[in-house]
């Protein structure tokens, strides 16, 4: 059974440092998926990553993935308040359905 | 261009009734998903549609839950005799590539 671990769940920073979340997984896969939700809002999606090595940046979000590892990350750098939200890494099953397994997510707060 | 819709965006309801929550998605995605949301459980899968290939059904907590998708497009999943661990939001999602574009959802109560 795949399972998705997040940590940490709660992260509270100051504006202008860099942090970092981790996303382990338990058994294989090549797809990984990170989505931004705010409070009462659906799952906005903001990377996808395919492949091993993949490395994909928007703005001060960078996602990697290490699939020997079952490891991916989401870097902050220079965080500002507009980021505040819950972080979900999802990661996509083997077999025909894609269907998503998820993380349990991580609430970051950032503090002016 | 227009995005996954689901309907009503609210919903409360007596424990015992049956509940129907719609969700259109985004024109011309063959694949479809339903998910709940959850505090005890987080973000689970419920049911997938592909085409006109039968469901996969795995994710569905019981068999109070049924869900069907019409034409391939609209899909309403039902709750029956609802319980108060159904209260959720469940989440809908279409998928193009690798992709799947999540609705707004709807927020069931059960009380």
């Known amino acids: 059974e795949l399972k998705v671990e997040q940590n940490p769940l709660f992260l509270s920073m100051q504006e202008g440092k860099n942090y970092t979340i981790y996303c382990n997984y338990s058994?294989?896969?090549?797809?990984l998926y990170w989505y931004r939700q705010d409070p009462g809002k659906s799952l906005e999606s903001l990377f996808v990553?395919?492949?091993?090595?993949a490395v994909k940046q928007e703005g001060r979000l960078m996602a990697s993935l290490d699939t020997k590892a079952r490891l991916s990350t989401l870097h902050i750098t220079a965080a500002v308040h507009d980021l505040s939200a819950t972080y979900f890494c999802?990661?996509?099953?083997?077999?025909?359905?894609?269907?998503?397994?998820f993380g349990q997510g991580t609430r970051l707060t950032i503090n002016p | 261009g227009a995005g996954v819709s689901q309907s009503p965006s609210n919903k409360v309801t007596e424990k015992g009734k049956d509940v129907e929550l719609r969700c259109d998605p985004i024109?011309?995605?063959?694949?479809l998903y339903w998910y709940r949301q959850s505090l005890g459980q987080g973000l689970e899968f419920l049911i997938y549609?592909?085409?006109?290939?039968?469901?996969?059904k795995s994710g569905l907590p019981s068999d109070r839950f049924s869900a069907e998708r019409t034409g391939g497009s609209v899909s309403t999943l039902t709750i029956q005799r609802t319980q108060q661990e159904d209260s959720a939001v469940y989440l809908c999602a279409s998928r193009s590539g690798y992709e799947q574009y999540f609705g707004p959802g709807t927020r069931l109560t059960v009380t």
């Open positions: 990553l395919l492949s091993n090595g």
């Open positions: 024109s011309g995605h063959t694949a």
């Open positions: 549609f592909q085409g006109n290939s039968a469901p996969d």
């Open positions: 999802a990661v996509e099953m083997v077999g025909g359905a894609q269907k998503l397994v």
């Open positions: 058994t294989t896969s090549d797809r």
